[in-house]
């Protein structure tokens, strides 16, 4: 069955500090993976995906499939980064998610 | 704003009421889909349409729910007898193509009493 964890409900750090939001999946197919952003009372948005393995917002996340993992990096943490975020797998050819439970990210100044 | 637009913002009734949702999607998205979401959860699938059609539907979409697009425009999502288990965030997005970025509604916070 599909499932995605994050084990971390809140992660604070200092303004500058390296964050990391871990995110593990199960799936027994080819995984494509999200991560989505959500500010304080705005949407839900699209943060990055792993297949245009691109920096966005100065995050990163790479997918390992030994690991089944896909944490969301980034080395130095701006107060405007804080906000809820969510790992995503999508399953199948449309936009069909199966969300982890998201981590809170407090930057402190 | 042009972005997903769903409407009413909060809902509160009462315990066996019937409550209707409405779904705007981005225009020239043809596909949208509805997401519930519960307190310290991540939202979790309940429905897919292509214009009209509804394609796939959640185990979660129990037989008190129904989802409409009628003419491939705007959606609704009605819960017919609410119970308290459906309070929840009713998120709806749509997407240009099935696996194009999805974009999000603000949601539509249920409160069943």
Partial sequence: AQRVTQPEKLLSVFKGAPVELKCNYSYSGSPELFWYVQYSRQRLQLLLRHISRESIKGFTADLNKGETSFHLKKPFAQEEDSAMYYCALRVGNFNKFYFGSGTKLNVKP | ?113
């Fill in chain 2, 1 to 113: 704003d042009t972005g997903v637009s769903q409407d009413p913002r909060h809902k509160i009734t009462k315990r066996g009421q019937n409550v209707t949702f409405r779904c705007d999607p981005i225009s020239e998205h043809n596909r949208l889909y509805w997401y519930r979401q519960t307190l310290g959860q991540g939202p979790e699938f309940l429905t897919y349409f292509q214009n009209e059609a509804q394609l796939e539907k959640s185990r979660l979409l129990s037989d008190r729910f129904s989802a409409e697009r009628p003419k491939g425009s705007f959606s609704t999502l009605e819960i017919q007898r609410t119970e308290q288990g459906d309070s929840a965030m009713y998120l709806c997005a749509s997407s240009l193509a099935p696996d194009y970025e999805a974009f999000f509604g603000q949601g539509t916070r249920l409160t069943v009493v």
